[in-house]
């Protein structure tokens, strides 16, 4: 590969019939070569003095290395080649997996950035996915509560699908026992709620968000 190189000497003008000045630069040919070599070694060393041999399933030593030329790698072809070398090494296919994806989702990342690559692979975060699955909630018990009071236009009282939705509406979205309802003082069960359907949860009475006394 070939480099160009602009030197900090000054370009020399040459004065042309037509009245221009060309600058005419040196240009140093230069080549840029990149390798990537990742080295595994490993040795058993025998601590049990009455024996000499190693089981059969045991391998005395093992060297293994991987080379790659680097000039113009992505970095997807560098996971791709870490990851072979993962696999070389005896690690299994999930456990890279996760790997991989504990690069991208972890505390330390921001919820944007997180967010862009989780776009990229068709994959919600589940702070979105909450948002998201709340507000479909809150449609099902409207249109549930629209339904009943076709059915029996006539019924004085609320119907239960009306007094379920008028829960949830009091209740904004915020699942009793959920991590966003406890940040905002949800006394409810955690541990209880947490296998069950968001229509079916425990309810403490004496929490200040769901609770019926105040
Ligand atoms: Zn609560």
Redesign the pocket.
């Known amino acids: 590969m070939a480099r160009v190189q602009f030197l900090n000497c000054p370009p020399t003008l040459d004065f042309l019939s037509q009245g221009f000045y060309s600058t005419s630069i040196q240009v140093i040919p230069m080549t840029f070569s990149a390798k990537l070599k990742i080295q595994y070694d490993s040795e058993w060393t025998n601590t049990y003095s009455h024996s000499s041999s190693y089981g059969d399933e045991m391998l005395p030593e093992e060297h293994i290395t991987m080379e790659i030329p680097a000039e113009d790698l992505t970095t997807t072809q560098l996971f791709k080649f870490f990851s072979n070398f993962l696999r070389a090494i005896g690690h299994c296919e999930v456990g890279i997996m996760k790997g991989a994806c504990g690069t991208a989702f972890n505390e330390f990342q921001t919820q944007d950035d997180m967010r862009k690559v989780a776009e990229e692979y068709d994959l919600k975060l589940a702070e979105d996915y909450a948002k998201e699955f709340r507000k479909m909630q809150d449609e099902i018990y409207d249109l549930k509560a629209k339904l009943s009071r076709f059915e029996q236009p006539d019924n004085p009282n609320y119907t239960d699908a009306e007094m379920d939705a008028m829960d949830f509406q009091e209740w904004k979205g915020l699942i009793?026992?959920s991590p966003e309802?406890v940040k905002k003082n949800?006394?409810?069960p955690i541990l209880d709620n947490q296998e069950m359907p968001d229509d079916r949860k425990w309810?403490?009475a004496d929490?200040p968000?769901?609770?019926k006394v105040q």
């Open positions: 009793p026992g309802a949800c006394k409810c309810v403490n929490c968000l769901h609770g």
